[in-house]
C-alpha cells in the first residue's frame, strides 16, 4: 500500500504530540515563527492574485487565489515548521493517547500562537509595507479583506474558526496518510483551497492581514484585532480539537475491553465438510 491508514496515522500523531510538547522555548519559537511566515506568504499570493481582478470577476479571483494559498501549508508539510492550527489537532490525538497532559497541550498551542503572529505580522510588514507589496494597486483588497475580517459578530468568528480548522485539520490528516510526494501534495491541497473559498477565518492568516491592512491604511483597533485573534484561535481549537480529532479517534481506534465480534467462519466451514463426505 502507497498509504498509512487511519489508526496508524492516528498512532504517529501520537508520537508527534509528545516530541513537540518538549520542544525548548527558543525551538518551538524558531519553528513557530518559521510556520506564521510560510502561511503568511500563502495570503500575500492570494492578494496579489485577486487583488486587481475586475469586480464582475470576483469569484474566479478568490478562486484563483484560493490555489495559490496551500503553498503556507506545503511549505510546512515539507520543509518544516509549527503551526498552531495544525498542533489543535495532533496534541489533541496525542493527549487522547495519553501520551501528552491537558496543560502541556494548552502551553503548547498558547507557545506556538504567538510565534506564528510574529511569524505573519513580519511578512505584511516586510513584505506588504515596505516592499509594498499589498499597498499601492491592491491596498484596497488588502483592506477590504482585513475590515472583513474584524467585522464578523463574535459568534460568525467562532464559527467561521470552527469551520477553517475542520478543513485544515483534514489537510494535515490526508496529507500524513500519504506515503509519497504527490500524495501529500494532494491530500494537503484541496481542502486548504476550499477553506479559503469559503472564506474561513484562520488565526495565523488574519495576523497577517490585519498587520497589512492597518498598515495599508485600514481603521482597525488594536481591540478588534485582539478581539479577532481570540476569538478566531477559540474557533480553530474547537474545530481542529472537537470538530475533526475527536470524532477521527472514535472513528478508528479500537475502544479499550470492547468485545470483538464472533466470526461464524469455523463453523461454516465444518458443516461444508461433512457435506462433501456425505
Known amino acids: 500500500m502507497n498509504y498509512f491508514s487511519a489508526n496508524e496515522v492516528i498512532k504517529q500523531f501520537g508520537q508527534k504530540a509528545k516530541t513537540k510538547c518538549q520542544f525548548g522555548l527558543g525551538q518551538a519559537l524558531c519553528l513557530g515563527i518559521l510556520a506564521g511566515a510560510f502561511i503568511a506568504i500563502g495570503y500575500l499570493a492570494f492578494i496579489r492574485v485577486s ?18 494559498f496551500p503553498i503556507g501549508l506545503l511549505a510546512i508539510t515539507f520543509c518544516g515548521g509549527e503551526l498552531v492550527t495544525g498542533n489543535m489537532m495532533v496534541l489533541t490525538f496525542g493527549r487522547l493517547e495519553q501520551q501528552v497532559d491537558f496543560a502541556k497541550m494548552i502551553k503548547n498551542w498558547c ?24 499597498e ?3 491596498a484596497a483588497k488588502t483592506m477590504a479583506v482585513a475590515l472583513a475580517k474584524v467585522g464578523d459578530s463574535p459568534l460568525q468568528m467562532i464559527v467561521s474558526g470552527i469551520g ?12 500524513a496518510m500519504s506515503r509519497d510526494f504527490m500524495g501529500k501534495l494532494v491530500g494537503v491541497w484541496f481542502p486548504i483551497m476550499i477553506f479559503v473559498l469559503c ?28 478581539e ?9 481549537a474547537i474545530g481542529g480539537a472537537l470538530f475533526f480529532a475527536v470524532p477521527v479517534y472514535v472513528a478508528n481506534v479500537s475502544i479499550p475491553g470492547a468485545k470483538k465480534p464472533v466470526t461464524q467462519t469455523q463453523p461454516v466451514t465444518e ?7 456425505e
Open 228 to 236: 479577532n485573534i481570540l476569538l478566531v484561535f477559540i474557533g480553530n
Open 51 to 68: 487583488g486587481v481582478v475586475p469586480k464582475a470577476w470576483s469569484s474566479l479571483a478568490n478562486f484563483l487565489g484560493a490555489c495559490v
Open 199 to 226: 472564506g474561513f477565518q484562520h488565526v495565523v492568516a488574519n495576523a497577517f492581514i490585519l498587520t497589512a491592512g492597518v498598515l495599508a491604511g485600514a481603521t482597525i483597533s488594536t481591540w478588534q484585532l485582539l
Open 136 to 138: 499601492g494597486d491592491f
Open 111 to 134: 507557545l506556538i500562537l504567538i510565534a506564528n503572529c510574529i511569524g505573519g505580522a513580519l511578512i505584511g510588514v516586510l513584505f506588504g509595507h515596505v516592499v509594498g507589496l499589498t
Open 164 to 175: 477553517c480548522n475542520l478543513l485544515v485539520g483534514m489537510a494535515i490528516f490526508l496529507g
Open 271 to 277: 458443516r461444508m465438510i461433512i457435506n462433501e463426505k
